[in-house]
């Protein structure tokens, strides 16, 4: 099996195709032994990006709680006992301050969320306005906002928004025991309007939330074979939190946990695959096979929108020590 795949892998790359991936296919890739699988992934990623750099994003939460969407893993979920008060959404200029702090640490790219379900009109002119300050810093630009009408995303890409995230969090099989406020294919309609209007679509998923291993395959799976695959791929690891469903969630063992970072890695060779959300739960090593598997990417600072992170001294001496540099990108 593994030389059928390697030569697969060959053909494809030789005829410039880009491979439509079957379930089948990708399983049997998560499930090639460990050494197999994680050396195959570490070669994808050699010919696509430099193997010693990470690229750096910082995430602020421009509008906390309050969301009336019910997904069993958020503190934000007003559906939710959490113990997390809703705010409202952040001045223009307390967002910059920030972004301008971030990146004096480092980031290139400044990824903006609210909790929403999709963003009003009213709050769209401040939306805008702190893209077009971000992107005048000379960094890259994210939001995540929710759903998002073709409309909302053509007026973002005007701004000069350069990345959007709407993950689908799961599986569409598995969806509806995270979700029932909105459905797969809603995701999916948002990531349409996203691409069809110009902006970098930001998707990836969360895993250690229950599902099978079947439902990890399946996600990256659809992001893969996305008309076009995600530029970024955030992957999460659950942080279990007081007051949603998923509070008692066993977590996900560390090695299928590197297991889809690699397939992500391999079933999406030029997307940036971002180790997200679940750092502080992580070893150094576990990181560092992560690395290893093809995430080239990371959020850096205190906390991920209400949910901890590791800081920024925690992952300069882990680079260090890796021999591990941040990207360095023209944004210009």
């Known amino acids: 099996m593994t030389a059928d795949l390697h030569l697969n892998s060959s053909a494809e790359a030789f005829s410039g195709a880009r491979p439509r991936w079957s379930r ?10 460990f050494n197999d699988l994680i050396f195959r992934a570490q070669t994808v990623h050699r010919q696509n990006f430099d193997p010693n750099r990470v690229q750096l994003s910082r995430l602020l939460s421009i509008k906390t709680g309050g969301c009336p969407e019910d997904c069993a893993y958020c503190s934000q979920s007003a559906r939710h006992d959490s113990g997390l008060s809703a705010s409202k959404l952040m001045e223009v200029q307390r967002v910059l301050a920030e972004a301008r702090k971030a990146q004096e640490a480092g980031a290139t790219r400044y990824c903006m969320g609210a909790a929403w379900r999709s963003p009003k009109e009213r709050d769209m002119d401040a939306i805008v306005a702190m893209v077009e300050g971000v992107k005048d810093l000379g960094m890259e630009t994210c939001m995540t906002l929710g759903m998002l009408d073709l409309g909302q995303a053509q007026r973002l890409k005007r701004a000069g928004l350069d990345y959007y995230n709407h993950n689908i969090d799961t599986s569409e099989g598995y969806y509806p025991e995270i979700i029932t406020t909105r459905t797969f294919a809603d995701r999916l309609d948002t ?17 250690g939330m229950g599902e099978e291993k079947v439902d990890r395959v399946d996600m ?3 992001l893969a074979n996305l008309p076009e695959p995600p530029d ?9 939190i007081e007051g949603t469903p998923l509070a008692e969630a066993e977590p996900i063992e560390p ?16 997307s940036d695959v971002r180790l997200s959300a679940g750092r502080t739960a992580m070893s150094d090593e576990m990181q560092a096979l992560c690395f290893f598997a093809g995430a080239n990417s990371i959020f850096v600072g205190d906390t991920l929108l209400t949910a901890d992170n590791p800081g920024e001294d925690k992952d300069s001496a882990l680079f260090r020590r890796l021999g591990i540099q941040p990207t360095q990108r023209d944004t210009q």
């Open 220 to 222: 990256l799976v659809t």
């Open 24 to 33: 089948e296919e990708a399983q049997a890739i998560y499930d090639l032994p």
């Open 232 to 240: 970024s791929v955030p992957l999460n690891m659950l942080i279990p």
């Open 191 to 207: 990531l349409a309007n996203v691409r069809d209007s110009g902006i970098k679509v930001c998707c990836g998923g969360i895993v």
């Open 255 to 270: 090695i299928e946990f590197v297991r889809t970072i690699a397939l992500a890695r391999i079933l999406m060779p030029t």
